[in-house]
């Protein structure tokens, strides 16, 4: 059998820093509101002119570097992101373009925060079935672009990033197994209401009726990793990390109070760039196996919830 494997990881943030200081004098808040109720001291935003694209191609050519290949080994390249550079060509398509790739499949997929889980997801398919043997995947967000910087409620959660992963074939787990799901019946507690598809283009920015997500997060986080410790035969205690999309401290407390998961083997990352939506499961990773907390051999499991709602986890032997 064939299974895919992480080969190497890449991150990125860029260099403007907003912090929850700052914030103070835009926004009717304080540094205290927000360190308590959400973990977030600051988070970092694409300056103009930096693209979604330029954070991608920053993470993909770090991963690649680590992964010891080049974009020419690459048979598919997937972009996670809500916030595309532009309608089309796709990311994947425009940074397959700035790292001089020809030839292999790239394409976006959109599931919010859940996104880089469910291109792993994809990718991991992709390698299972023969179809590509080197997979890039790329979660990439600049989430600034789609707030409205009077909503305190929600201007102060988010920040800008990328991270990458490299995947290869190998006759070993690597990606052990994922679980992603859906539920569009929830569509209007998470969502950016317009587009050019509906004819609302003008209404472009996040909306959150947060106290809903957040309960919903909190017991759809517990399900998926029950769901996926089940359908592997495992318990908490075979789990050496935890590495949960990083949207609010609070979330992630709760999900490893639930799964009886100390602290010191969540990695935890959101303190530095928010919730960076698709970025962030990659980004808290890559910082992990490059300060030598993760290491080879050791077993990761991935959760995420976003908007839609999608949700969805991965189970990796590292
Ligand atoms: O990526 C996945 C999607 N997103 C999430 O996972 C986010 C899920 N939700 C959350 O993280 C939390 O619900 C929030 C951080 C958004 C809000 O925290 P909360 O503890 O649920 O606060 P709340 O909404 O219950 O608001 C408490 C109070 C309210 O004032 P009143 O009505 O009690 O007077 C808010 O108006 O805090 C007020 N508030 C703020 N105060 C200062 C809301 N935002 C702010 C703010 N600064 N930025």
């Not at 920015?205 to 106290?211: A, D, K, T, W």
Request: net charge negative; with cysteine.
């Amino acid at each position: 059998m064939t299974f895919s494997r992480i080969l190497g990881t890449g991150g990125y943030l860029p260099e403007r820093v907003m912090t929850n200081a700052d914030l103070e004098a835009i926004v009717d808040t304080t540094s205290a509101w927000i360190r308590e109720r959400t973990g977030i001291e600051k988070r970092h935003l694409a300056s103009e002119g930096e693209s979604c694209c330029d954070l991608a191609e920053a993470a993909a050519r770090r991963a690649l570097e680590a992964a010891g290949i080049g974009p020419d080994d690459l048979d598919l390249i997937l972009v996670a992101t809500t916030t595309p550079d532009q309608f089309f060509p796709s990311t994947a398509c425009l940074l397959q373009q700035r790292l001089g790739n020809r030839g292999a499949p790239a394409f976006d997929l959109q599931a919010v925060c859940a996104g880089f889980v469910y291109a792993l997801s994809v990718a991991d398919q992709f390698i299972r079935t023969g179809a590509a043997r080197r997979a890039l995947v790329v979660g990439a967000e600049t989430i600034s672009r789609l707030l409205d910087w009077n909503d305190r409620t929600t201007c102060v959660l988010f920040g800008d990033g990328a991270g990458a992963v490299v995947l290869g074939a190998s006759d070993e787990p690597g990606i052990v197994s994922t679980h992603i799901h859906a539920d569009g019946a929830y569509k209007d507690l998470l969502q950016v209401p317009g587009g050019h598809g509906n004819g609302r283009p003008e209404a472009r920015f996040l909306e959150m009726r947060g106290n809903e997500v957040f309960r919903f997060a909190v017991n759809t986080l517990g399900r998926i990793v029950d769901e996926t410790l089940d359908a592997n035969g495992l318990s908490t205690a075979d789990i050496d990390w935890l590495i949960p999309h990083q949207a609010n401290i609070r979330i992630i407390q709760a999900t490893a109070r639930k799964l009886d998961l100390p602290m010191d083997r969540v990695v935890v990352t959101v303190a530095q760039h928010g919730n960076t939506s698709s970025a962030s499961i990659p980004l808290a990773f890559d910082e992990a196996v490059r300060d030598g907390r993760i290491r080879r051999g050791e077993t990761l499991l991935m959760e995420a919830f976003g908007g839609g709602f999608t949700w969805g986890s991965a189970l990796i032997r590292y």
